[in-house]
């Protein structure tokens, strides 16, 4: 089979399928591995960022109140496949960073056809993507930064485009109305750049080392490398068809579902079940060894490490089944297909949640292991808090970075007692720099800023204190259930948690999550 018709097969399977789109939001944790504990990794220099476009007012998305239930009480409402239609075209409304994203259709799903030359760090190809307009388009805008278009295509129509700044607008041969299910193809090429975002001072995109490629994107710059609605509130599935130079191997996202080998170059399919936002989109290219096994309730875990440090990785990621199954016990079921990690053999001084792969640099690896467990709980923690139920705003961060830093205090709990938890979490609040501002309100310039990891992970203790071991569970598990797949605010999992724990906790909320004065340790009890 050829890789060409190996492409019309999956676009064809996907078009037979039909598509059901999500609504959903979220970022990149800067320096996870050290947000806790002292670590001593190397972040990576940053580069010159291109000039992003100034920042304009936009109005906010409003949450949806909650719908009572016969009983009196109130859930929050089912999350919805689509986006608000009244936002602007060229936005989605996010406060933050209004640049991100786009209103006007809802991104189904991606097929990214790319050949990559490692050597010259250059892609070419083609993205697909399937969307359902959500309102009449005479044209709409995707997020692209950088590379070089040469033909764009709406269903078999050529398209006229124009660019300026991460916007791309598409003005199909005729317009589109609301309902219309269509399909646009870009084909580029070029040298992906990474950007410094203003949100997180690390390279984030395309990243070439020594050997390999990791990509890494959060908050903004999955659109440095392909066309897409570069905001979590449109999440899609995706099919990955990547081909690279043999002996080379490439780790994307979902599962791997079958390789062609071209001769002198080897492409690698891989396809995601569930829907996933722009920025947890990842390709690693190296000389890879791939690990398998089968976790709890069969689920699929695959390793990808490079050779020369596979033996400490398979350490490092031993604790990962026993992981999932503790978390399945106080989160809810594991919301994806798969799970594993990839190394790069490289200093990151970071790691990200890329859904179901998280990446790691070798850093992690080699770490302490006391330190790279807690890294390792933290990013799987993450493929239920930030993943599945992502923000909706990305000034709510903290409902990624402090669950899953909570979730490092929950296994430390679960492994050590609570003892051990009461210690880490002392420890943390006597490291923390009361001056940073209030995690309900990062500040853009420095969204992933050390209070949205751990005085958000205090302010769940908190809440754990005041309610109870019983309905303090009962509030992570109803929470990664109702919004799985979607998005959420912070007044979503505030009323949420007063509804299951029936009392008001608006205090408590407002002191740990929005007030400057970090509140008593004695709210805490710990022992």
């Known amino acids: 089979m050829t890789k060409q018709s190996m492409r019309r097969i999956v676009l064809l399977a996907l078009a037979m399928l039909g598509f059901s789109g999500c609504a959903a939001v979220l970022p990149v944790n800067a320096p996870e591995a050290s947000q806790i504990a002292q670590s001593t990794v190397v972040q990576p220099s940053p580069t010159t960022s291109p000039t992003l476009p100034p920042m304009e007012e936009m109005a906010t998305v409003t949450p949806t109140a909650a ?35 786009n209103g006007g259709y809802d991104a189904l799903h991606y097929t990214l056809d790319l050949d990559v030359d490692v050597a010259d760090n250059t892609i070419s190809g083609t993205l697909t993507m399937q969307a359902r307009a959500t309102s009449d388009l005479s044209d709409f805008n995707l997020d692209f930064l950088g590379l070089e278009i040469s033909e764009i295509q709406v269903g078999d129509q050529a398209a006229t485009f124009a660019r300026a700044g991460r916007e791309l607008t ?22 992906p750049r990474p950007i410094v975002p203003e949100a997180v001072p690390l390279r984030m995109g395309w990243n070439r080392y020594p050997g390999g490629v990791y990509v890494v994107s959060e908050p903004e710059a999955a659109a440095t490398w392909y066309p897409v609605n570069d905001h979590p509130l449109d999440k899609a599935t995706y ?48 000389e890879f060894v791939a690990d398998t096994a089968t976790g709890p309730e069969g689920l699929p875990l695959r390793n990808y490490i490079p050779a020369t440090l596979a033996d400490q990785g398979r350490q490092t990621f031993a604790p990962t089944g026993d992981m999932i199954a503790y978390f399945n016990t106080v989160f809810g079921p594991y919301p994806f297909e798969a799970y594993g990690a990839v190394v790069a053999d490289a200093d990151l001084g970071f790691a990200l949640e890329t859904q179901t792969l998280s990446v790691f640099g070798r850093d992690v690896v080699l770490a302490p292991p006391e330190l790279a467990e807690t890294v390792v709980a933290h990013e799987l923690a993450h493929q239920w808090f930030g993943n599945s139920v992502s923000v909706e705003e990305w000034r709510d961060i903290w409902l990624a970075e402090g669950f899953a830093t909570y979730a490092e205090w929950l296994w430390q709990e679960h492994t050590g007692g609570q003892a051990a938890r009461d210690a ?65 605010t912070t007044s979503d999992f505030v009323a949420l948690a007063e509804q299951v724990a029936a009392q008001d906790l608006q205090r408590l909320f407002n002191d740990w999550l929005f007030e400057q004065p970090l509140p008593p340790l004695s709210e805490l009890d710990l022992r």
Not at 173 to 182: C, K, Y
Request: avoid cysteine; hydrophobic fraction near 35%; charge should be negative.
């Open 67 to 101: 719908a009572p239930t016969a009983a009196g009480t109130s859930v929050p409402p089912e999350i919805t496949a689509e986006p608000d239609n009244t936002v602007a075209q060229d936005s989605l409304g996010d406060d933050y960073y209004p640049e991100l994203g």
């Open 170 to 191: 598409i003005t199909p041969s005729r317009p589109l109305a609301n309902g219309d299910e269509f399909e646009v193809a870009v084909t580029y090429a070029g040298q």
């Open 239 to 286: 099919t990955f068809l990547i081909t690279v130079p043999e002996p080379l191997v490439v780790a994307t996202n979902g599962q791997l579902q079958d390789t062609l080998d071209n001769g002198t170059t080897t492409t690698y399919h891989w396809e995601t079940r569930d829907p996933m936002a722009s920025y947890l989109a990842t390709v690693n290219i190296a």
């Open 424 to 488: 880490v979490i002392r420890s943390a609040y006597a490291q923390f720099d009361p001056q940073l501002p209030p995690p309900g309100t990062p500040p853009p310039d420095n969204l992933f800023n050390q209070s949205v990891y751990v005085r958000g992970g205090l302010t769940l203790h908190a809440l754990r204190v005041r309610v109870g071991d019983d309905d303090f569970f009962d509030i992570l598990r109803a929470y990664s259930q109702r919004f799985r797949y979607g998005n959420a």
